[in-house]
């Protein structure tokens, strides 16, 4: 077979714009999972019972479905339910962000968790209200614990957001597929496209292992 | 929300047919892909724990490899290249004359790519074994082989039992990326189901909660297994 790798280099501007979505797409999600899994933590920790169970079937209920159910739901709902036609890429977000939400919660859950009792008896001590123990002696601490993991999960969801290929919108993973058959040349895009992904992804792991590294010396 | 719900479409024939079978498709793609999962990454995280510089370098470039490629990505690549730079051969016969591609491709994507996340378990399962064990080993004569068959393996597995649990539910979600490649699974016949009645939501709630069930009787399998698998030294589940 002769390989004619040209392809791929004629292709770069229009793989870079797939990128730019991936990569945002994967941004917008951490945030948003971040800000919901927080609230969702805080609520499951909390002594509020009845919240912390509606919180514990959200995010096993999310845990336990397919991402592609997950993005074939939002894609269908979310029209529905605001009632006028909306992009692939709005119930795409909203598909992720909720969907990350119940991994980042348990991720931060963990996090929370790793502080010792003592900090939040000192700071009760100290004459600190909930919020204002939990935003300035807990979660300093308890972020630094869960930063290698949870860059760890952004490698996992920048993967992930190659799904967005089941409801054709153009990340990188669908634009890589949309060339590649265009122009005939899928061993040659496809293999560029697994080079990408390898080079990003364990950029991101890498950083992932030294900070638990420095964490696990201090 | 103006929607007409009708949960009678999913008794009508013949779209329960479709589901059942979607669900009996996950469950023959997970189990399959799961056991290719164990067995190779098994091996790989031995191999990875093994004192050779060459076996730690190349088990850590098939687990990162692995690892760092998108799940959707490896299978077409197994789906797509690999026919075409394999010798001619192997090509035309992987394309013309091996029975259910799609299904086949799925299983061996799936099954690989876990091995890789597999392997990481193992390998800090053995890590995991205190040092003592291999030491006694060593000194009562055992080889190698017998020293991870009899001595180290048997805790390493129980060590990451919770851990492979979670990569064992993983891959039943993972299992609906067949669809991309013509496999109609549980989450390609709701879809299917939701293009032929219109009525969508009544397939994916189904389809939920077949996943949320199948969640359920994994997790509960893996507990049991856990329990009935603890040693009395405290190894394993307590």
Request: charged share 10%; net charge positive; glycine share 6%.
């Amino acid at each position: 077979m002769n390989l004619d790798f040209s392809v791929v280099a004629r292709a770069i501007p229009f793989l870079a714009e797939g990128l730019a979505l991936s990569f945002l797409l994967t941004a917008v999600a951490m945030a948003g999972g971040t800000a919901i899994g927080l609230v969702l933590a805080v609520i499951r920790l909390s002594t509020w019972r009845s919240a912390g169970l509606v919180a514990a079937a959200y995010v096993n209920g999310f845990r336990a479905i397919p991402l592609v159910l997950v993005i074939f739901w939002f894609y269908f709902l979310v029209p529905l339910a605001l009632g006028h036609p909306v992009s692939a890429l709005q119930s795409a977000i909203i598909a992720f962000v909720l969907f990350e939400a119940a991994y980042y919660s348990e991720i931060i859950r963990a996090g929370l968790a790793s502080v010792r009792v003592g900090q939040w008896q000192a700071a009760s001590a100290s004459g600190l209200g909930y919020i204002q123990t939990l935003r300035l002696i807990i979660l300093p601490q308890a972020l630094r614990n869960m930063l290698p993991v949870m860059i760890s999960q952004a490698v996992i969801l920048f993967q992930d957001t190659s799904l967005v290929y089941v409801i054709s919108l153009r990340d990188f993973m669908t634009s890589a597929s949309i060339v590649a058959n265009r122009d005939n040349r899928l061993v040659e895009i496809y293999l560029f496209a697994a080079l990408v992904y390898f080079v990003i992804c364990s950029t991101g792991a890498w950083s992932a292992s030294v900070l638990s590294r420095k964490r696990s010396l201090a | 929300m103006n929607y007409a719900w009708d949960w009678s479409v999913l008794a009508q024939s013949p779209y329960l047919g479709w589901l059942i079978s979607g669900l009996e498709m996950t469950l023959l793609i997970s189990l399959s892909a799961w056991s290719i999962a164990l067995v190779l990454g098994g091996v790989v995280g031995v191999l990875s724990q093994l004192p050779s510089w060459q076996l730690r370098a190349a088990t850590s470039l098939y687990i990162s490899a692995f690892r760092n490629v998108p799940l959707l990505l490896q299978l077409f690549i197994w789906f797509f290249v690999v026919p075409e730079i394999l010798p001619t051969a192997w090509g035309h016969w992987l394309k013309r004359d091996l029975p259910f591609p799609e299904l086949v491709t799925s299983i061996l994507a799936l099954g690989v790519f876990t091995s890789a996340r597999v392997a990481v378990q193992v390998a800090s399962g053995v890590a995991a074994v205190p040092k003592g064990q291999r030491m006694a080993a060593l000194a009562s004569g055992m080889n190698i082989a017998q020293i991870y068959g009899l001595v180290l393996l048997p805790q390493a597995f129980r060590i990451v039992l919770p851990p492979l649990t979670s990569d064992f539910l993983t891959i039943f979600k993972n299992s609906a990326l067949a669809l991309t490649i013509g496999v109609f699974e549980l989450t390609a016949q709701s879809r299917q189901v939701e293009s032929y009645t219109f009525h969508g939501f009544e397939a994916f709630t189904a389809a939920t909660f077949a996943y949320l069930l199948v969640a359920a009787l994994v997790t509960l399998f893996m507990r049991l297994l856990e329990r009935q698998t603890a040693l009395p030294s405290g190894v394993g589940a307590a």
